[in-house]
């Protein structure tokens, strides 16, 4: 029997901005096709930790495996949906040319887009309800039509690995039922999916897997047994609300102090 | 004197002439790059490269060398200084501009106030001279303008997706450093070219406002290019024309007329709302 090597090996991974450590030896294995939600407070790392994947951030020590080959050998098997507030929505392009960006690494970088990208992109702006929208300017955006351009570049770079960056914050229930059924999508085309989130629901109903961080893997694996109240007082600490009926919430008003005084 | 006149006349120059040929082309490049100057939020740096190249053309000048290739030089030694303070994470970028610019310009005045001449070499460096420019400069214009734009328009795509989306950069394995270097450089020839119509002075003001203009008039990139360039060419080739009817500096009359087409601009966007 041949080995088939996990679509994603994360190994004893540290991250820093500077000299300022952010995550530390964090290790996990995804294999194909997963869904995994990644839960943790503000200022976790949960953007770092994904922008360290797409190797945007060098790894202080430690090594990330895709298909069983370093970061950085692959072309275009990742693909990265940008926290919303990280993207310059004043940039002047159209709807098309941010969907069409996702093609750009197809036939090299300085052809033009031929006949193949433009179905694509015509094809992902259909499946992401948003056809109607590519002329439009981005900065004439919705928060929730801003995202949908986000998933629709995404799909249209035909990924191994989709990584999600808060796609249900602040959108409408229409965006996020739309990203829900994409992932449903993906789940059938075999895409492995990282999503981070702050909706502890959601995690626990719509994935198997989750990933619990506060700057170091607190826990990894199913759902019920990771977001366990002992787990989460871990990550959370005192913005995690335990209600009667055994609900837990997370205190979104604070966030942690590092937050405040970064240099 | 009839209307047509009043363009022709001054074509019976031939400094005229040459003057409004490299007028014409640095407001063009000038506006090209500056898209991406207003765009990345490059402003500070486009001012800093145009004034540490100071020393370069002081030494050019007290030589009686090529100004052109004495900027040349000076504008490379500065892009990799900037680039290796700020690499190594000691000081932010922005200041270690800060002090690179202010020493250069400081150096450049220095060497140029020995000479008896100082008042106008000084103004000419500062605020360009564009009716100076010889046939040889007009061609090292040309020929480094070509080269500019060519790599702009090659480099469209990639400079596009580094600018408005570094993650996707990074996902597409794009060479980010080496392209943000290659724009750097790109940035500098353009400061160098732009030393005899605008100066030193006034370069970031023509990378600038037209670039602003055009990003209130468009809503892609490509379009903002031209009506930048058009733009450009325009505040040039009047700015020359009022210089020479009302004997002012070109290079101010130059980016008067830039920030006059902005504040027009503005002020008709702002009556539409
Ligand atoms: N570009 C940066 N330079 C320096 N420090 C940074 C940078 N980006 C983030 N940080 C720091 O890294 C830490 C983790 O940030 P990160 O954005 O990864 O958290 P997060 O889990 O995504 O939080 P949120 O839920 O608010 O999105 C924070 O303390 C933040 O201050
Ligand atoms: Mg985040």
Not at chain 2, 86 to 97: C, F
Request: charged share 15%; proline share 4%; with cysteine.
């Amino acid at each position: 029997m041949t080995h088939i090597p996990h679509r994603l090996e994360v190994e004893n991974i540290s991250v820093a901005y500077g000299d300022n450590v952010i995550l530390r030896d964090i290790s996990f294995q995804v294999p194909h096709g997963a869904q995994i939600a990644v839960v943790g407070p503000n200022g976790a790392g949960k953007s770092t930790l994904f922008k360290a994947l797409v190797g945007l951030l060098p790894l202080k020590n430690g090594r990330i495996l895709i298909h069983g080959m370093p970061l950085g050998d692959h072309k275009d098997c990742v693909a990265y949906i940008p926290q919303r507030e990280e993207v310059d929505w004043r940039f002047p392009v159209t709807v098309t040319d941010v969907v069409t960006m996702g093609r750009f690494n197809t036939r090299g970088w300085f052809a033009r887009p031929n006949r193949d990208d433009h179905e694509a992109v015509a094809r992902s702006l259909d499946e992401m309800g948003i056809a109607n929208l590519a002329k439009v300017s981005i900065s004439d955006l919705s928060g929730g039509q801003q995202q949908r351009v986000f998933l629709a570049r995404a799909i249209a770079q035909e990924p191994h690995i989709l990584l999600m960056d808060e796609p249900f914050t602040g959108v409408d229930a229409t965006t996020q039922q739309v990203t829900l059924n994409l992932l449903d999508h993906l789940r059938q085309r075999q895409v492995t999916a990282i999503i981070s989130t702050h909706d502890l629901n959601l995690a626990a109903t719509r994935f198997e897997t989750v990933m619990l961080i506060n700057k170091r893997l607190v826990a990894f694996g199913p759902a019920k047994e990771v977001l366990s109240q002992e787990n989460l007082q871990k990550a959370f600490g005192s913005s995690l609300l335990v209600m009667e009926n055994g609900a837990m919430l997370v205190d979104e008003c604070c966030p942690p102090d590092e937050d405040h005084h970064h240099p | 004197m009839n209307f047509m006149n009043v363009f022709i006349t001054p074509l019976t120059y031939a400094f005229m002439q040459r003057g409004l040929l490299a007028g014409t082309m640095v407001g063009v490049l000038c506006a090209v790059m500056g898209t991406y100057v207003v765009l990345r939020g490059m402003a500070f740096l486009g001012d800093a490269l145009a004034h540490a190249i100071m020393p370069g053309v002081a030494i050019a000048y007290l030589l009686g060398g090529n100004l052109l290739l004495g900027a040349l030089v000076a504008a490379a030694v500065v892009a990799l200084g900037i680039g290796y303070f700020s690499k190594q994470g000691a000081v932010r970028e922005d200041t270690a501009i800060g002090i690179l610019f202010a020493a250069a310009l400081s150096l450049g005045v220095a060497m140029i106030s020995s000479i008896r001449s100082y008042a106008v070499d000084l103004s000419h460096i500062l605020f360009g001279n564009v009716l100076g420019v010889s046939p040889a400069d007009l061609w090292i214009t040309f020929g480094l303008g070509t080269v500019v734009l060519l790599t702009v328009v090659l480099l469209y795509r990639p400079f596009m997706v580094i600018s408005f989306d570094p993650v996707l950069a990074a996902t597409l394995r794009l060479p980010a450093e080496l392209l943000r270097n290659v724009m750097l450089l790109l940035l500098a020839l353009t400061v160098v070219i732009s030393l005899q119509t605008v100066g030193v002075g006034l370069a970031a003001a023509m990378l600038i406002t037209p670039a602003a203009t055009a990003y209130l008039l468009t809503r892609r990139l490509a379009p903002m290019m031209f009506v930048s360039a058009a733009i450009g060419a325009i505040s040039s080739l009047a700015g020359l024309y009022l210089s020479y009817y009302f004997n002012i500096v070109s290079g101010s009359a130059i980016v008067l007329t830039a920030t006059a087409i902005f504040l027009a601009v503005f002020l008709i966007k702002r009556g539409r709302r």
